[in-house]
């Protein structure tokens, strides 16, 4: 098997051949890692390490940032505004992926003047290198991914903001509609073009948990969310009925697992071991679904041992052995707190299981 043949089978929880590795590193630890290891490229760390996929990159859209100035007064130094029309203003240096947001439609509750918003047209795109990266990623013996971010509810409340999006849909405000048809009808867009290039994967982000409780009640996901995300995920099964559906939410998502299941999902990311018992969840959705992730970034790798992460890879695996379907991996990007002696350890981790308790 090739890593994308193995990934795949590894998902579809079929006979594999060896445990994956997958993270991501914050700028910070990209340096850490041209460090250790000599490299010259500080962001080639997935092929260093042998990771089995390669993401495509979404339709690239002409982006006006003049056209959103009217909904901001001013700008910190470093703000940036992206293809939503969403401003980010920088975080701190070491994390520079998290970023303060400024919502360009709160507080404004004219659906006339909502209706006026610049929403990107991604079927105006340009989509031409997709098919090209597929074949490319393909060629060396990996997965394609299409990387969804902001994909439904994220990508509403991030242009509305969430208290605002959230008393639209609790009044059943023709707002929430409208801006939730429109993301949606991207999306839409967006995942067929993936499908339509080959890609093996789309991953769907849209963070619908806390800490300790989901964000919203069920009835709201139900009404609101659900029944959209399965249109996206209806229209790339319709192109290809074999591809596989990641579904990204943090925090506490439990309730919201025979629903992702019902729609069509087929891998659950990140699984967020300090709210969710992974255990459990298997013993209750494991032949139903697959998982990826498990390994905690809020807790193992920033402040474990590496004898810590490695018991934690051996746990969840153990767990998951007879009936396959877990691609464990830190559960969120690595901040600068995680030591480089963990991310060696996690790797280690999963050779070492390969080579001892795989299929044996």
């Known amino acids: 098997m090739n890593k994308r043949e193995n990934l795949i089978a590894l998902l579809k929880r079929q006979r594999f051949e060896e445990v994956p590795v997958e993270f991501s590193l914050t700028a910070h630890l990209c340096d850490e890692y041209a460090k250790k290891t000599g490299s010259i490229d ?9 990771m089995p996929w390669r993401n495509v990159a979404d339709i690239a859209v002409q982006k006006n940032d003049g056209q959103y100035m009217r909904y901001y007064d001013n700008f910190k130094e470093g703000t940036y505004i992206d293809v939503w029309g969403v401003a980010h203003q920088p975080g701190s240096e070491a994390a520079k992926h998290m970023t303060y947001m400024r919502c360009p439609l709160k507080g404004i509750d004219d659906v006339d003047e909502i209706k006026k918003y610049p929403f990107p047209q991604f079927q105006h795109g340009d989509a031409s290198h997709q098919k090209e990266q597929v074949d490319t990623i393909h060629a060396q013996g990996l997965a394609a991914m299409g990387n ?3 994909t439904v509810w994220e990508a509403a409340w991030y242009i509305r903001g969430m208290e605002d999006l959230m008393m639209d849909m609790m009044s059943g405000d023709p707002i929430a509609d409208y801006i939730f048809d429109t993301v949606t009808e991207q999306a839409i867009i967006r995942a067929k073009s993936f499908a339509e ?6 991953f769907f982000g849209d963070d619908i948990g806390m800490q300790k409780t989901p964000m919203m009640s069920l009835d709201l996901y139900c009404e609101w969310i659900k029944p959209r995300m399965k249109k996206v995920i209806d229209a790339v099964r319709a192109i290809n009925p074999d591809i596989i ?17 019902e729609i069509g999902v087929d891998v ?3 699984l967020q071991t300090e709210c969710m018992d992974f255990e459990e969840i298997y013993r209750e959705f494991g032949g139903k679904i697959s998982f990826h992730g ?12 590496p004898e810590d992460v490695r018991r934690e890879v051996f746990k969840n695996l ?16 690595l901040e600068p707190e995680v030591p480089w002696e ?3 350890a996690y790797v280690d981790a999963c050779r070492e299981y390969t080579e001892t308790r795989l299929n044996k």
């Open 197 to 202: 290039a080959g890609v093996d994967m789309v």
């Open 318 to 333: 153990d767990i998951a052995k007879e009936k396959g379907g877990l691609f464990a991996a830190p559960t969120h990007v």
């Open 268 to 270: 659950l990311n990140p």
């Open 148 to 150: 969804m971010q902001m």
């Open 42 to 50: 500080k962001y080639n760390y997935d092929e260093y390490f042998g």
């Open 342 to 344: 963990n991310i060696i």
């Open 245 to 261: 559906v990641f579904y990204h939410s943090c925090g506490f998502v439990t309730p919201f697992i025979e629903h992702l299941i």
């Open 294 to 305: 498990t390994i905690g970034t809020q807790s193992v790798m920033p402040f474990g041992t």
